[in-house]
Structures are given as C-alpha cells and as structure tokens.
C-alpha cells in the first residue's frame, strides 16, 4: 500500500542539523497543540505539546513555538538523527472533548 | 500495560462486505476515537465517544457505524465495505478524570484495510 508520507512536503535534513517544521492552524479559539511523529506502519506518537497561553516549550531535543498572531506553530528539531525520519503532523484543539483537527503533514527525512 | 490495541492489523474485503473492527485500551480513559488516514493526508474523525454507551458522529462518519458497550473498547463497523473506505484506520484513547494533563491522544498500531 501506499505510505501516508506521500505527496506530503518534504524537508531533507543532514545529519546532525537542526529541523524546523512549520504548521498553520485554522481557529484561533484554539487552545491547545500537540506534535505526533509517525513513522512508517506505526500509529502517532505523540512529541511535545503547547498550551494556549504559552509561546514556547521545549522538551528533550525539541522546542515547540506557538504564534498565536498569524496562527503559526512550529516544531524545532535539535541535532537531528536518521531516527528522526517520519511525517510529523501538527494538531489543535478546538472542539472540546479533546477532539484534534490535525494537518496533513510534513515528511522528514534525514540523510546521513 | 498495552496502551491502545487494535485487531486486526490487516484486512481485504470485497465490496459489500462487513466486518467489525476492535479497539481496546487497559488506561481508563474516558474518550476513544476512530480515525481514518489516507496517502497524503492527515487524520480524519470518523466517530468517537465520550463515555461508555455514548457515541458521536466526527468529520467522515458516512458508511461507518460504533458501539462503546464497556469503556474499555470502541468498536467500528462497516456495513457494507465499498472500495472508497480502503484506508488506514487507527483508534485513540485520551482523557483520565482527576489527571491535570489530560488533552493527549494516545494511538493504536493502526488496521490496514483494503477493498476490492
């Protein structure tokens, strides 16, 4: 079958450089965004996550910024490695429920 | 603990067909969904729950339907399988009372199902 990480944008990185992965959000009532990394076969995993009334956040390797103006989330990738290869997809929460709207995503891959 | 699983991992149907596809999650969580993904795109809501014997409609509920008779599975059916419902499916969980961080999704390993 067909990978989901076709047709999607893709951004090739060294090995060892750093990644940034944007992502435009529709809804400005929004208040909560989470990153999933999915590699090929497997379910979403989830990465980091941002709260509405923070502008940054980071984790092991990995910052998210949040700018709520232009309704723009970006996912920054330290030292990138070949493990890092996948689609990460950007999602927001506005339904309530803990519904997710989720982007289309972005393929990653890394060279060595 | 197991987290998400689903069964089966892989299916073919010919048209018309039914069949049940199962999620399970051994983490209390009050909410399950079901998802659908295909070449290119994200993840799109098919149905989801908020609760044991409640259910909803999401973004792409046509041709499919869901049971949640105990809390701990989400069931999700086709009827009768047409060819437009070949995809991956993949069930989350998320949501446990009295925890502060609760929005997180937590997914399966995904159904791959293809009909003929």
């Known amino acids: 079958g067909e990978s989901v990480g076709l047709h999607l944008p893709t951004l090739s990185v060294q090995e060892g450089d750093n990644s940034i992965i944007n992502c435009a959000y529709s809804?400005?009532?929004?208040?909560?965004f989470i990153w999933y990394k999915q590699e090929s076969g497997k379910g979403p995993q989830f990465i980091i996550d941002?709260?509405?009334?923070?502008d940054k956040r980071q984790g092991q390797r990995v910052t998210v910024l949040l700018n709520k103006t232009v309704k723009h989330l970006s996912l920054q990738i330290a030292a990138t490695q070949p493990g890092d290869s996948a689609v990460y997809f950007c999602?927001?929460?506005?339904?309530?429920?803990?519904?997710?709207?989720f982007g289309k995503g972005n393929q990653v891959v890394v060279i060595p | 603990n197991a987290g998400v699983t689903q069964t089966p991992k892989f299916r073919v149907l010919k048209t018309g067909q039914s069949m049940t596809l199962l999620c399970a999650q051994d983490?209390?969580?009050?909410?399950m969904y079901w998802y659908r993904q295909d070449p290119g795109m994200g993840l799109r809501l098919i149905h989801y729950?908020?609760?044991?014997?409640?259910?909803a409609k999401g973004e792409v509920p046509d041709g499919y339907n869901v049971s949640r008779l105990k809390k701990q599975n989400f069931l999700l059916g086709l009827e009768s399988a047409a060819p437009s419902q070949t995809s991956v499916y993949f069930c989350?969980?998320?949501?446990?009372?009295?925890?502060?961080?609760?929005?997180?999704?937590?997914f399966g390993p995904g159904t791959r199902l293809t009909v003929l």
């Open positions: 989350a969980s998320s949501y446990s009372k009295g925890l502060a961080k609760n929005n997180e999704q937590f």
């Open positions: 809804n400005s009532a929004s208040d909560y």
């Open positions: 941002i709260r509405s009334n923070m």
């Open positions: 999602a927001e929460n506005y339904y309530g429920n803990n519904r997710l709207a």
């Open positions: 983490m209390n969580h009050e909410y």
């Open positions: 729950s908020v609760g044991e014997g409640t259910t």
